[in-house]
């Protein structure tokens, strides 16, 4: 039972830091723009100009 006096403010407290860290990632705008990656990752920004349509 002494192990309680330990585990309850250990998961409090790390419950209350997740609860921090949430809030944190809200207020800098994390979830701002929920679809921009998914469409950003399937542009070809990367291919050099002409992309690999030329034959060299």
């Known amino acids: ?3 309680l006096v330990v585990l309850v403010p250990l998961a409090l407290g790390l419950g209350l830091l997740g609860l921090a ?3 944190w990632s809200m207020r800098t705008g994390q979830y701002a ?3 921009g990656p ?3 990752i399937l542009s070809d920004d990367d291919l050099p100009d002409g992309g690999a349509d030329k034959a060299d």
């Open 21 to 23: 860290g949430f809030f």
């Open 38 to 40: 998914g469409w950003r």
């Open 1 to 3: 039972m002494n192990i």
């Open 33 to 35: 723009d929920m679809e």
